[in-house]
Each structure stands twice: as C-alpha cells, then as structure tokens.
C-alpha cells in the first residue's frame, strides 16, 4: 500500500486525494507503557472512513481493553509485533526502540511521543536514515497555551499527585499517618506545588477538595495571574524565590514538583533544601522524564515507584498517568483521532501542515529531517525551519 504521509523530497505542488489507509498500533515493549493510543470507539470512527486498522494482539490489556473490544470496532487483530509496523501509520505512546527499528519500512510516519521516554541518539539517528515522518503527541497544539495532549493528561497527573501523595502520607507505606486533609480541631496538611500549568491547577483543585492548605510557586507573574482566578482566594501564590520556597518547604507535607520553566532540564530544589523538610514528608515529581524538579530526583518504576532521601519520601514515576491508562487512553485517543482524519483528508502531511498550523507545531521529524528545535537540542540532531521543507 502507497505511503501517503511521506512528504515528496522536492517542493512541488501535490494534488490532494483523500484515499484509505492502513493505521496500526503495536503493543508496548516495556513495562513502564500501560497506556494506549486509541480505544475501540477510535478505531470505529477510522474504520467507518474506510482506512485499515491493524492492533497488535493484547495492545490494550494494561488499559483495560481487550483484543474483542477492538474486533467489535472493525479493527484486525495481528498476532505477531513485526505486522503491527507494516503500516502506513503506525501510532504508539514512546518512539520506537533499538529492536523495533527492523520492523519500520523506509519512509514510515509515526504518531507518538517524542520527548516522553528517554531514547538514544543513535536510534533517533536511525530513524531519521530511513526518512521517517514522526507527528509528536507532545507537540500538537489546538491554540493554548500548552500542547493539548500535555494539558489534557496533566489533569489526570495533577489529580493523581495528590491522590497518590495522599496514600504515601497514610501508615501503609511507612508514611507519618495522616490525611491529606484536616478534621475538627486537627489542622490541614499542607501542599506546595510548583508551576503553574493545567497540573498544577488540577492537583491544587484536588488538595484543596481534600481540605488541604495549598501554596503554589510561579515562575512568573504573569503565570500566577492566568491560574490565581481559577482557584479559591485562600490559595497562597508567590514568585519562585529561594528564600520564600525554603520557608514553605521546612513546613510542608507534600511538595509536588511540575514543569516550572518549559525546556529546562535543570532541578530548582536543591537537596540542602530537602534536607530540610520535614521527616515523612512527600515529593511527588512529575517531571522526571525532562530532568526532574528535585536534586534529589530520579526515574522510579510502577513496581517501585518510591525511594527515600534522608527521610524524605520521593516518588518520581517518569509518566504518573500510566497508574490510570484507560482513563489516559480515553484523552490521547479522542484527541488524536480527528487529527489523523484530519491528515488523511487533506491527501498528504504537507497539505495539513500547510493548511493547520496546529499539526505542524507536532512535526517533529519530516522525511527523516529534524523540524523541531528543542528535540534537535535533545538529540545533538541539525535543525531546519518546516517551512522551508514544505514550500
């Protein structure tokens, strides 16, 4: 079957054609992957349009959804992990590993995230040899301020921080024995969260539900001034200064820490200032995958999502929302779909970069080419403007 997202080298004018196409979604490799691109109700709106929906067998298991779902949606169930990459386009959570790499053809386009599961420079190498198209999940926008799928899932990751900081905190884990709330004549735990982004908003909606005090720490004013109406006036907000921040830490039950300047790898809490905090207290850290907020921070797994630093509970999952992947399914899913039918009825990936901006900031890779700059930064790749690719 013809490759329709391969981009022609040469900038030629393409006529559009809207033809079907063969989707597939390959079961991940690895065990810290429990989430899934799309649900039975995505593959039935593709296959309603025509296109071939291939998904590989128990895809779905880890998000609760089974190989019969897909079936009843029309999709086609392959038993081996090589068919599951013989597709026009193949759609995954994380990039592709070292071992995959002899399942994808020349010129394949891949939907998933790039930035969100640490890979290597030689395999990002090696699909750029073969002249890949890569739309990152972590990449598309639809007008906000930050990506949709990133703002989308960093509500169930905000909701989860607490939720999870909550258990830590209870006797079971060997935490301090209390609630994440306050009773009658007990006072409230209290929560700091760094970063101001949908997050943020979420875990500080989700304390504050719980009966928590909530202090949260802006890179910017400006950012405390788009989140401040959204929560109650009781809310503490303040500038990130270190004085400050020490202060809040030294009394504080839970830190989450969340992304509090966008493309840095650099920790903002140093572990002289963990040091400090209370003992049993809780880190939650939801950015591990992009360098941690911590000094103190490194990538946990689901079957040992937490370590102690002094006497500081961390727990420092790379991706949080994989402890609720049919919930995470359900959000990457409906948000992606009308993307792909999107990109299959303008008749080629150039024409819907031309013509959506919004699918052009998700290009990442284009005919092998690096258009991204931050993930050329990533993996020491050459850089070069999309347009100029696409005109």
């Known amino acids: ?20 196409m063969r989707i597939a979604v390959p079961k991940e490799n690895f065990d810290e992957e429990t989430r899934m691109p799309l649900t039975p109700q995505g593959v039935e709106v593709l ?3 025509g296109h071939e929906v291939l998904i590989e067998t128990k895809a779905g298991q880890e998000a609760k959804f089974s190989d019969s779902q897909y079936v009843e949606a029309g999709a ?17 959570m994380s990039l592709p590993t070292e071992d995959e790499l002899q399942f994808l053809k020349d010129g394949t386009s891949l939907m998933c995230f790039a930035t969100q599961h640490k890979r290597s420079k030689d395999l990002y190498n090696a699909l750029s040899a073969k002249k890949c198209n890569i739309i990152a999940l972590d990449f598309l926008t639809d007008g906000g301020v930050e990506p949709i799928i990133t703002r989308c899932i960093g509500e169930i990751d905000g909701m989860l921080a607490v939720t999870t900081a909550a258990h830590l905190l209870e006797n079971t884990d060997g935490g301090k024995g209390v609630i994440i709330g306050g009773v009658t004549a007990v006072p409230p735990t209290e ?4 970063g101001t982004n949908m997050a943020a908003l979420r875990a500080a909606r989700t304390a504050i539900a719980l009966g928590a005090s909530v202090k949260i720490f802006g890179n910017q004013h400006a950012d405390l001034q788009q989140i401040s109406p959204q929560l109650p006036n009781q809310v503490f907000t ?8 020490t202060k809040a830490m030294t009394s504080a039950d ?4 969340n992304q509090i300047a966008p493309g840095t790898h650099s920790y903002v809490v140093s572990a002289d200032i963990v040091k400090m905090m209370k003992k ?6 939801l950015n591990c995958n992009y360098g941690g907020r911590f000094e103190t921070s490194h990538p946990t797994t689901i079957k040992q999502p937490t370590f102690e630093y002094g006497s500081v509970i961390h727990h420092c999952l790379n991706n949080i929302s994989v402890l609720a992947p049919h919930t995470a399914t359900i959000v990457v899913s409906d948000i992606i779909t009308p993307i792909i039918t999107n990109i299959i009825n303008q008749g080629s990936l150039s024409y819907a970069i031309r013509d959506d901006r919004n699918i052009a900031n998700g290009i990442v890779m284009l005919n092998g080419i690096t258009t991204n700059n931050y993930v050329a930064g990533i993996f020491d790749a050459d850089y070069y403007d999309i347009n100029l690719l696409i005109y």
Not at 76 to 92: G, Q
Not at 280 to 285: G, K, P, S
């Open 76 to 92: 086609r169930i392959v038993k081996s992990h090589s068919a599951a990459f013989a597709a026009d386009l193949v759609i995954k």
């Open 280 to 285: 049993r207290a809780v880190i939650v850290d």
């Open 1 to 20: 079957m013809e490759t329709i997202l391969k981009p022609r080298e040469e900038r030629l004018q393409m006529v559009k054609n809207r033809r079907t």
């Open 254 to 257: 839970v830190v989450i820490g």
């Open 47 to 49: 296959v309603a349009q």
């Open 191 to 194: 929560i700091i969260i760094l």
């Open 238 to 245: 303040s500038v990130l200064h270190l004085q400050a921040l």
